[in-house]
């Protein structure tokens, strides 16, 4: 029986998004006006967008988490997000996949956010 790999000492537990994709901006804009209904401040500076990653044909493949596992949008957020970014120009296809590792924690936050919400 074999075990499986071990992740590499080092490796980011966050696959890396596709900054120099020439849509990446617009997706990321996109993001931005989806908000948690429970908190005042958009997903994206929330810390909750995890990746985005942009294949050549323009498929868009979105990997995000929740602030927590019972939030009681778990199911329609994720729709939020698609029909957000889909209408962008170029976009072919958007997938977007709830993952909870690594769970979120408030330091995912940006300054914005924690500005916002008191914490700075």
């Given at each position: 029986m074999t075990n499986a790999p071990e992740p590499l000492?080092?490796?980011?537990?966050i696959a890396p998004s596709s900054t120099d994709h020439p849509l990446y901006e617009q997706i990321v804009d996109a993001c931005r006006t989806v908000y948690d209904p429970e908190i005042p401040v958009n997903i994206y500076e929330l810390g909750l967008i995890y990746t985005i990653d942009i294949s050549g044909?323009?498929?868009v493949?979105?990997?995000m988490s929740l602030t927590a596992p019972g939030c009681p949008v778990a199911g329609e957020m994720p729709g939020w997000i698609?029909?957000?970014?889909?209408?962008i120009?170029?976009?072919?296809?958007?997938d977007v996949e709830l993952v909870?590792?690594?769970?979120?924690g408030m330091?995912?936050?940006s300054d914005e956010a924690r500005l916002e919400l008191g914490f700075m």
């Open positions: 000492e080092g490796a980011p537990l044909e323009n498929d493949q979105i990997k698609a029909d957000a970014v889909e209408p120009p170029g976009v072919r296809h958007v909870w590792e690594p769970p979120w330091d995912m936050m």
